[in-house]
Nanobody, 127 residues
Framework: QVQLAESGGGLVQPGGSLTLSCAAS????????VGWFRRAPGQERAGISC????????YYSDAAKGRFTISRESAENTLYLQINNLQPDDTAVYYC????????????????????WGQGTQVTVSS
């Protein structure tokens, strides 16, 4: 059974950095397209970044470009999200997710496309 488990969230001051982890089981990361999403207070879940199953290329939302870096470690079957220069608006629950792409197209950040989700990890940015 496909399972995803996020970790690494916590409280950080503005300007700080965090690296979130997502441990995968029941599948190898290379077999599915995977991504990171977040849900800020009072907002809907929004995509941050993803890695395509087909060729491993990455895609970032406009809001994430420059401060977010997605990566995967095949040996550990773990997905990572590095966040730099954190700001209060980054406060949210962060989720990793995966979906079985039926094409070789670049991954997408449409929430409805994703089949599997982790439980989320809380990131709070406050001074």
């Amino acid at each position: 059974q496909v399972q995803l488990a996020e970790s690494g969230g916590g409280l950080v001051q503005p300007g700080g950095s965090l690296t979130l982890s997502c441990a995968a089981s029941g599948f190898t990361l290379g077999s599915l397209s995977v991504g990171w999403f977040r849900r800020a207070p009072g907002q809907e879940r929004a995509g941050i970044s993803c890695i395509s199953r087909s060729d491993g290329r990455t895609y970032y939302s406009d809001a994430a470009k420059g401060r977010f870096t997605i990566s995967r470690e095949s040996a550990e079957n773990t997905l990572y999200l590095q966040i730099n220069n954190l700001q209060p608006d980054d406060t949210a629950v962060y989720y990793c997710a995966a979906y079985a792409s039926t094409t070789n197209d670049r991954c997408t950040l449409y929430v409805w496309m994703y089949d599997y989700w982790g439980q989320g990890t809380q990131v709070t940015v406050s001074s």
